[in-house]
Nanobody, 118 residues
Framework: QVQLVESGGGLVQPGGSLRLSCAAS????????MGWYRQAPGKQRELVAVKTNGGSTNYADSVKGRFTISRDNAKNAVYLQMNSLRPEDTAVYYCYAYSIIGPGRAYWGQGIQVTISS
């Protein structure tokens, strides 16, 4: 079992920045990917950015060049630096971890609100 807790959300003006953090605890055996998804009101949850143990990253097209994902394997943490924020980035952001043990399993944090508004 893996527990994920997000922090760092809030309200910022367009063009501003935020840094999300996700602290993970529990058993990390088999954890291969960690990252972030988001869900805006009335929309499906979508990938924002993920990073594998090997360092490969995958970003949503809408955030490329503005968001940066990083991991601290020693601390079992993952971060999302968000710059040049836009109103359309407003969503609940979820920390995500995927274990490749057995059939595979995804773990989710409780989510944290990010609101971009003037």
């Amino acid at each position: 079992q893996v527990q994920l807790v997000e922090s760092g959300g809030g309200l910022v003006q367009p063009g501003g920045s935020l840094r999300l953090s996700c602290a993970a605890s529990g058993s990390f055996e088999g954890i291969y990917r960690m990252g972030w998804y988001r869900q805006a009101p009335g929309k499906q949850r979508e990938l924002v950015a993920v990073k594998t143990n090997g360092g490969s990253t995958n970003y949503a097209d809408s955030v490329k060049g503005r968001f940066t994902i990083s991991r601290d394997n020693a601390k079992n943490a993952v971060y999302l630096q968000m710059n040049s924020l836009r109103p359309e980035d407003t969503a609940v952001y979820y920390c995500y971890a995927y274990s490749i043990i057995g059939p595979g399993r995804a773990y989710w944090g409780q989510g944290i609100q990010v609101t971009i508004s003037s």
